[in-house]
């Protein structure tokens, strides 16, 4: 099993609400990442964690709330975001060894904020 | 901090070459390459480590001059299939991968 997994595919919200995006991958990737992109833009990276613990958080707003509940899932939650947060939201993992780091992406969640 | 890819855009007719630069300000030390299509996840194609070596996948192959801080993907006989938008990632520290401002490349028929 090669797949990242991420739900929902399409998500809108006002910018009062709260929700979460989902990630799960079972190809026992230590490390596990979220990238925002925008249209006509290459990802960029908010945070990544590793062995469940954060280890990079690429100075985003607290709007934005990663959570690594086991080695298998990674959640982000939105709070109180506003339309420039309209983006694609992908999901990574990878082994990060020194002759692989392939990142594994997950087909992404497309959040639009009203 | 972010790699400079150019040229921003290729048109190719099926069967031409084409070839895509990521050059850094920062020092390498290893470089990945995605394919990107549109509506759907970067895939990855190859990574290259410092050593200069270069790296093949199909007909698409890359090289690494680290002390150049540059890295080269070329595209042999172009394949309607290549299309999409390549970006080259750069490591800059353990877990951190950041991509390049990429280049959109689309082959006709």
């Known amino acids: 099993d090669t797949e990242v997994t991420q739900t929902p595919k399409h998500l809108v919200m006002g910018m009062t609400n709260k929700k979460s995006l989902k990630c799960e991958q079972h190809?026992?990737?230590?490390?596990m990442y979220w990238y925002k992109q925008k249209a006509k833009k290459p990802p960029e990276l908010m945070f990544v964690?590793?062995?469940?613990?954060?280890?990079i958080n690429e100075s985003v707003p607290s709007r934005f709330s990663p959570e690594c509940p086991n080695s298998s899932l990674l959640n982000l939650h939105l709070h109180a975001l506003q339309p420039e947060d309209s983006a694609l939201y992908l999901c990574?993992?990878?082994?990060?060894?020194?002759?692989?780091?392939?990142?594994?992406f997950g087909e992404g969640s497309r959040l639009t904020v009203l | 901090q972010q790699p400079v890819q150019s040229p921003q855009a290729v048109i190719l007719r099926e069967g031409e070459d084409a070839v895509i630069n990521c050059s850094s300000s920062?020092?390498?030390?290893?470089v990945h390459w995605y394919r990107q299509k549109h509506g759907e996840a970067p895939v990855f194609l190859m990574i290259?480590?410092?050593?200069?070596e270069q790296k093949g996948h199909e007909k698409i192959s890359a090289s690494f001059n680290e002390k150049k801080q540059q890295s080269s993907l070329y595209l042999t006989a172009s394949q309607l299939s290549y299309s999409g938008t390549y970006f080259c990632?750069?490591?800059?520290?353990?877990?951190?991968?950041?991509f390049g401002t990429g280049t959109r490349l689309q082959v006709f028929p």
């Open positions: 190809m026992g990737h230590r490390a």
């Open positions: 990632g750069t490591e800059i520290g353990t877990d951190k991968l950041i």
């Open positions: 990574a993992s990878s082994t990060w060894t020194p002759n692989t780091g392939e990142l594994f």
């Open positions: 964690y590793s062995y469940e613990k954060l280890s």
């Open positions: 920062k020092a390498l030390y290893s």
């Open positions: 290259l480590l410092k050593g200069g």
